[in-house]
């Protein structure tokens, strides 16, 4: 499922910064842009460019450390049609709940990596094993140079894995391998000397 925002011709809409309780609202004014779209007419693709970017309500872009909060807000970013490439945070912050380090993520970095791999690992290059609750492929998410060890939270130094291949990263006795086979093998990662 994809929600494909406007591209019909319309008063210039400004919506950057929407509260979340009115994200219902602005997915409804984009289905109802999107039904009537006519031809875009003259100026009609940089209007559509401006209303895809202003529909995205800002709390879904919003950075956080509760991974439940991060995969509801990726899950959401994933529907849309198309998402530019983020930044991501080179040195995400980090704060410490008890014994434990939390990273703030983000949603953005997360559901165009999951989106770029179109349903597949980014690894074994299988097809995820099973449709998630939310519809999609399963596929999660995996720093290749974990934010533990320093390694950047952007879609250079994050792939799209099944679970078996996350573990492997993780566990396997190859798992050094595993990572060189990746470096070679997705062409966006950047490794950090
Ligand atoms: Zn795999
Ligand atoms: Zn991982």
Redesign the pocket.
């Known amino acids: 499922m994809c929600a494909v925002f406007g591209t019909k011709r319309q008063s210039p809409v400004t919506v950057s910064r929407v509260p979340e309780a009115s994200f219902e609202a602005v997915l409804a004014f984009a289905r109802d842009a999107a039904s009537s779209a006519g031809s875009p007419g003259p100026g009609g693709r940089e209007q559509s460019t401006v209303l895809r970017e202003s529909v995205i309500p800002a709390e879904l872009e919003e950075p956080t450390t509760d991974p439940n909060e991060l995969d509801l807000r990726a899950g959401r970013l994933r529907n849309l049609c198309s998402l530019e490439r983020p930044k991501g945070e080179q040195v995400p912050a980090r704060s410490t709940l008890g014994a434990r380090t939390l990273y703030v993520r983000s949603p953005i970095v997360k559901a165009w990596v999951l989106k770029e791999a179109r349903g597949r690992?980014e690894?074994?290059q299988?097809e995820a094993p099973f449709v998630g609750d939310d519809g999609e492929p399963y596929l999660e998410l995996h720093h290749v140079l974990p934010l533990a060890d320093g390694g950047a939270d952007t879609v250079e130094n994050a792939v799209a894995?099944?679970p078996?291949?996350h573990r492997r990263l993780h566990h396997a006795e190859d798992r050094s391998e595993r990572r060189e086979h990746l470096y070679r093998q997705v062409s966006r990662l950047i490794r950090v000397p």
Do not use: F, R
């Open positions: 690992c690894l074994c299988q894995l099944c078996n291949c």
